[in-house]
């Protein structure tokens, strides 16, 4: 009933198929078929013979009687062409065919009402259906056999039984089976050759009466110790009974090819033949269905090994549902398209006893068609004791290699790390992704083996085909020292030149990040913190002056604002210092520096924007005795007299002025040229006469 239960209330066709089973075993609801025979006019043929047979069978003959009329009336004559219903259900594979409804139609006139003459031209067209002597192939399906039976059976017995007098004589191999008269209607016989098989076999049945004989066989054949196995005439059956996955304390590794390209490989699984015992293990099946097998409903049967069970929850596929009989898995499969050609079905076992199995080979066949067997192998499967080594003659694939490798490098296991992993970067071409992390996997390896040589190669690897990998610094010292020890000074040095720019300029953002979110004070205290950590390189240096000129401008803004709250003014001195001290660091920790003189000038420029004008004077004239062939020289000197002239120094900033005016100064090539603020110390010469009152002289 829970199949009744899962149909639609629309699926009247589905519905009376499964009260006709039940009511052949007298459990049918009749209010259910009450329903049902409420709504007869929407029935097919095919549904209204399950009807009226349903009712016949639960003592209702007189509704069984009316819906044979109906039957009857749709029925003109033999070459009546409505016979297969059209209506879409789940159980229209059983009954459907037009042969199958012309037998339920016969059964049913002779059941309800006894219209033997009716049913006689309907049971001569089923007949010479079934004697038909052409080459074409005529499937006789069980469902059908058993409903043509029951009408012959039931024709005969009524239409004449006194005709049906003769005697029957088996021979198998010209040896007689059986020999006996019959008279009337005889029990089904059942005859079972055990000996005198050969190769080729002959069947001889003889039968000797008066008038005319009616009589069905069914012949079946099956030889002991022969299994159907392999057969691939509409498809194939592929069964692997696998490895459970490889498994290091809470770890597993799953069997596979996805790390590697498989341009040249073959994916090949290994059968476990082998297994101890309480081992969960893996089955799976690949169906594969050609164009001579359309059938949209389909059954797989397939068999667990004795010694084992089936974990539950574990089973998975293109199945409808499933059952287990015992041993017996029994798959109703059903595909969506014809077209679709191959199913999947998975689960697991867990081995349970020691010993040697054989399991019958899994069989796949149309739900109506089981002539059209599909077979795989025979399986074995030697189950031993709890410590026996299930893994000991395993082929482990790139998969396993590579993850069981990468699980012994993180666990610092490196030796036996590099046996997994060398394994697989030797055999198989890796995929990029995996090829970068095995390489950086051998560099670190090597490292810890202090192997220089090794270290070398996989750097090599490493900076060529992925010039953008981030290896930490003390790592590069090691290979640096790598380098040394094979004598390649010169590489040595490049190594860490390069990745020491590389590794500064990434810190470095981090600076430029807190500044650009107004985070200044952090910015300026990691500045200060790389500087004492890395060497003295141009991009280090250059890096460095530029931080402090961007405080310097950002305190410029700030000081070219009218009306600065206090808050504000914090803010500026602060910037004052932070950028005075980063320019001072740079004077006194890189003296020779070939940029000093410009880094000396711009602290100059500071204090001048900060109205300090002693400072601005002091440091001017040092640094102009300082550098005195720097292209910054007349700078100093103007800077100089622009700081006297505020505080009223005039005789000292006239000098500095003429100076400036008159005086040739080294240029950025070396050569001694006129200074460029040479028109502006004219006006400070100019400016000084005229507060002197020296008027001639100011024009």
Known sequence: MKAFSGLSNQNLEGKIFILFSLAQNNKANYSYVNRIYRNRNRLSLRGLNLLALTLHKMNRHGAAKSILSMIESKIK???????????????????????????????????????????KPFMTLLLRELSRGDDRVHYVSHEYMAILSRAINSFFSVQEPGRTNYKLTVKWNDEILFDKKVRGIHPPQTLVVKKNIKRKNKLDIQLEGNGTIYFTGYLGYFRPGIVLENVKTYGYIKKHVKYPDYRLKDK???????????????????????????????????????????????????????????????????????????????????RNSPRRRYLYIHYKLISRFKGKYRTLAPQLYPVRNRSKRIAGEVIHLNIKGPSYKTFGDYKFSPDEWYHIGKYYFDQKNYEKSEEYLAKVFNAFNLKAKYYKEACRMFLYISLAKKNANE??????????????????????????????????????IQVLNGTIRSYFLQEVA???????????????????????????????????YTFGQELYIRFTELVEKSGLKRKDRLRSDQLFEMSKTIFQNYITFYPTDWNVDEVSFTLVNLYLDKINYEKTIDTALIYAKRFPKSHFLDGYKYIA???????????????????????????????????????????????????EKDFTKAL
């Open 77 to 119: 004559n033999p070459a009546f062409e409505g016979w297969s219903p059209r209506i879409k259900t789940p159980y229209l594979d059983f009954f459907s065919s037009k042969d199958d409804v012309i037998a339920l139609t016969v059964l049913s006139y002779i059941k309800i009402r006894k219209w033997t003459l009716k049913a």
């Open 252 to 334: 597993s590794f799953s069997f596979g090819y996805s790390t590697v390209h498989l341009d040249s490989y073959s994916y090949k699984i290994q059968e476990l033949e082998n297994i101890a015992q309480h081992t969960v293990f893996p089955v799976s099946m690949t169906l594969y269905l050609n164009s001579k097998t359309p059938e949209k409903y389909l059954i797989l049967e397939d068999m667990i090994p004795a010694g084992c069970t089936l974990l539950q929850g574990s089973v998975g596929g293109d199945f409808q549902y499933y059952k287990q009989d015992k041993n017996k898995l029994v798959f109703y499969l059903k």
């Open 455 to 492: 270290v070398v190669k996989y750097f090599e690897l490493l900076k060529e085909r992925y010039p953008t990998l981030t290896i930490p610094f003390k790592d590069i010292i090691q290979i640096a020292e790598s380098y040394g020890e094979m004598n390649e000074y010169e590489r040595a």
């Open 510 to 544: 981090v600076s430029a990040t807190l500044a650009s979110n107004n985070r200044i004070k952090s910015a300026y205290n990691l500045m200060n913190q790389l500087i004492m950590d890395y060497p003295d390189y141009r991009v280090v240096l250059k890096t460095y």
């Open 641 to 691: 007299a622009h700081a006297l002239f505020e505080k009223g120094e005039y005789r000292l900033a006239q000098a500095l002025s003429q100076s400036v005016a008159y005086d040739k100064f080294p240029g950025k090539d070396g050569s001694l040229r006129e200074s460029e603020n040479k028109t502006f110390a004219q006006l400070m010469l100019a400016k000084i006469y005229h507060q």
